[in-house]
């Protein structure tokens, strides 16, 4: 009887929780694969668990801001949720830029969910101006108006970067970078501002980048961090059951869900490429990615030199993080 109580007043709780929105702010069309394949299945579930007390509202396509900006605007409660890619902002945040390392990570399901168990020890002294959520990433490689096998080519090149640390690799490489954000990416390439670009495979096609380049190297070169993060006046002020259900959703198992379905989408892409009329997916042997690897490794040390500055060990955290992907094997 007193379990049958309890859960009773548990649901007249959970009834009469006050009805709140959550303003969820991201930077991709409302069409892209991960709009479709995390972003929409995570607000139907946090409806469902809520009983309907938390309505996700969706502001897609930077309508409330830049893509640079997203950290920012959760911090500010410009939005309640927003989808950063941290590496939009080279050197804001080091730590998390791990997962950003060249040659690093090759499968973005268990890739996401190494990458965010990693995290959640640093997180909160990196990002302590918002509530933490969870981490994920893509997987992607360089496409361009020719085919590009070997990092030699890079010199001279114009390359828009998917983060500050492929923007590192691709300076080293005696390339110059061309830093726009990604629904920026088309008009940059069709402009001859960028030669080329460091991107997922159905995102290419998703963004209209398949109208600017036409070769895609098959190698999986770098990853993308992402991190939704939620503003913490906005959860503070949620009740218990609420909070309950937001923790719920703010979890590994998410990171890893969001991570695969997303990944597994943008793999897809490279099939769809492949037989679209003007497109050739380049052939990368393994003798030429032992050569990239090879040219990526000052990129390494350079990533522990500057998580140092910051007072964190960076060969213990490089070391952590490959025992996460290597338990998951993500790499």
């Known amino acids: 009887m007193l379990a049958l109580a309890a859960l009773a007043a548990s649901g007249m709780a959970a009834a ?13 069309p409302p069409t892209h694969s991960l709009a479709k ?10 409806e469902a668990a809520s009983k309907g007390s938390i309505k996700v509202a969706m502001f897609p396509a930077q309508q409330l801001g830049k893509a640079a900006d997203h950290y920012d605007m959760a911090r500010d409660g410009i ?9 939009y902002q080279a050197g804001r945040f080091p730590v998390i830029a791990a997962g950003e390392l060249p040659f690093l990570i090759g499968k973005p399901g268990p890739g996401s969910a190494a990458l965010d168990a990693w995290y959640r020890n640093h997180a909160a002294k990196e990002m302590p101006d918002v509530k933490y959520c969870f981490a994920h990433l893509h997987v992607g490689t360089i496409h361009g108006k020719k085919p590009i096998t070997e990092p030699a080519q890079i010199k001279g090149m114009k390359i828009r970067s998917a983060n500050g640390t492929v923007a590192a690799f691709v300076s080293q490489l005696g390339g110059t970078n061309v830093q726009v954000s990604a629904p920026e990416a088309r008009d940059a390439l069709e402009k001859g501002v960028a030669d080329a670009i460091t991107f997922p495979w159905d995102s290419i096609i998703g963004f209209g980048i398949d109208k600017a380049v036409t070769h895609h190297s098959d190698m999986r070169m770098y990853a993308s961090d992402f991190v939704w993060a939620m503003n913490k006046n906005w959860y503070d002020k949620l009740s218990a059951n609420q909070k309950k259900v937001i923790d719920d959703h703010c979890s590994n198992e998410w990171a890893g869900k969001v ?3 997303w990944g597994d989408s943008e793999d897809a892409g490279q099939a769809k490429l492949a037989k679209m009329p003007g497109h050739t997916i380049v052939p990368v042997s393994a003798a030429q990615v032992d050569q990239w690897k090879k040219a990526a490794e000052p990129i390494y040390a350079q990533w522990m030199q500057a998580v140092q500055q910051k007072g964190v060990d960076g060969k213990k955290a490089l070391a952590d993080l490959r025992q996460e992907l290597e338990k998951r094997k993500a790499n």
């Open 16 to 28: 009469q929780d006050k009805p709140v929105e959550l303003r969820f702010a991201h930077w991709l």
């Open 37 to 46: 394949t995390g972003f929409e299945p995570w607000a139907k579930s946090v």
């Open 79 to 87: 939005a309640d949720l927003t989808w950063i890619n941290p590496g």
């Open 259 to 261: 991570g695969a379905a």
